[in-house]
């Protein structure tokens, strides 16, 4: 079964840039909470490794996380 559209290309073609519009002026409006949200992503992503290495040494985790806590704001 092949789906046809029923808008032409003109319609699909303006619809695509309203969508477009739309989750940029999103993504403006809530950028402060998105750059805060990407840099603890960031930030989690980096220290999983170095996390993962103190627990294999024997290090409990909440030692490890206070290690890299201070040496993050430190």
Not at 2 to 21: P, Q, W, Y
């Given at each position: 079964?092949?789906?046809?559209?029923?808008?032409?290309?003109?319609?699909?073609?303006?619809?695509?840039?309203?969508?477009?519009?739309?989750?940029?002026?999103?993504?403006?409006?809530?950028?402060?909470?998105?750059?805060?949200?990407?840099?603890?992503?960031?930030i989690?992503i980096?220290?999983?490794?170095?996390?993962?290495?103190?627990?294999?040494?024997?290090?409990?985790?909440?030692?490890?996380?206070?290690?890299?806590?201070?040496?993050?704001?430190?």
């Amino acid at each position: 079964m092949i789906a046809t559209s029923s808008f032409s290309h003109t319609t699909r073609l303006l619809l695509i840039g309203a969508s477009i519009v739309i989750v940029v002026a999103g993504m403006r409006a809530f950028a402060d909470t998105l750059n805060a949200f990407f840099i603890a992503a960031l930030i989690a992503i980096l220290c999983t490794p170095v996390q993962k290495r103190l627990r294999a040494r024997g290090w409990s985790q909440g030692l490890s996380l206070l290690l890299i806590l201070l040496l993050i704001i430190d």
